[in-house]
């Protein structure tokens, strides 16, 4: 069947616009069918959705209804007074503002805040670079992005972090990825910003190629033998 989904606020900025119309199988669905099937769809908008309710034919859907064709049907984010917090971990497929990912993580009670800044570069051991592509399993990418999260919560206490990645191509001077971090302290800060971005590079399938005026390579991580059930340190795994 198609469904013609409306959409508001912020989830229409992360879901591509105030109106979707999906192709979806079968001749109805219930409301967690639909979130799972737009989740698949948008999972970097996964933590928003699940905060979010359905609404059919103008009022809100029990969990134990259903979907039809014709029926009207709304996502309905949380409304004024209720918004969720902001998810520390995203991926994007547009540019990146550090001030967003930076915010995430700034505290009342934190003297220190470090963003980590990973940009294209455009000349590598004498080669130039044109720009860097890249491409993520994005379910994955994001809960290893949100293991890291944990871990550095778990190692640096008190300590917030936040990551954001970008997918697709990726001119020289973009942003690829930022990682914000804030402690009380600036060693934590720096310190667990660090073992962020090692860890991100160890254990978070993204995969970048290297577009060249004259070829492409798709380069791995680059710090030695790959093993992502590896510890750093002690981490966590």
Known sequence: MKLQLLVF???AEQL???MLTLDIEGDRLSPAQLKDHLKGL???????????????????????????EQDEVALIPPVSGGEPALEPVEITLEPIRVEDVTAKVLHPHHGAAISFIGTTREFTNGQRTVLLEYEAYTPMALRTMQQIVDEIGERFPGT????THRL?????????V???VSSPHRDAAYESSRYAIERLKQ??????KEIWEDGSEWKGHQLGPWNPTASIGGAPS
Request: glycine share 10%; proline share 7%.
């Open 16 to 18: 591509g616009g105030p």
């Open 160 to 163: 917030l972090c936040a990551i």
């Open 168 to 176: 697709g191509r990726v001119p020289v001077g973009e942003i690829s």
């Open 42 to 68: 948008f999972p970097s908008a996964a933590g928003a959705l699940e905060q979010a309710f359905l609404a059919v034919n103008q009022a809100y859907a029990e969990a134990d209804s259903w979907i039809y």
């Open 9 to 11: 606020a912020g989830l």
């Open 203 to 208: 254990i978070v399938p993204i995969w970048k």
């Open 178 to 180: 930022v990682i914000a």
